[in-house]
């Protein structure tokens, strides 16, 4: 597969359905690493696996939530995508919370 060549606004677009779809719980980690690759990069499980120095057996494991890896590997494999991985509220409510103090605050 050939790495997919989107602008900048359009890569940034996917990337933020993309979040957005995690901070809801529409979606898992391993599913947005999976849309972000593919869909926003355009790369093979080994292209990528290979770009952040881990086995393509790890990334699928990650990509279908089999994965049991360090917060660095985790970090590792978002790093590429501009992301990092963190900490967010589970309960809604105090998730929205958060989000509403982050917008007053920016």
Known sequence: MKKRT??????EQA?????QALIKGDIDEGQALRRLRRDTL?????AYADLVGISR???????????NVSLAVMNRVFRPLGLRVGLL????????????????IS
Request: charged content about 20%; hydrophobic content about 40%; cysteine-free.
């Open 15 to 19: 990337l933020l359905a993309v979040i």
């Open 42 to 46: 355009g790369l093979s499980q080994q």
């Open 57 to 67: 057996r790890t990334l699928s494991d990650l990509e279908q939530g089999k994965g």
């Open 6 to 11: 989107l602008s900048p606004e359009a890569r």
């Open 89 to 104: 509220p589970r309960q809604p409510a105090l998730l929205e919370k958060a989000l509403a103090l982050t917008n007053s």
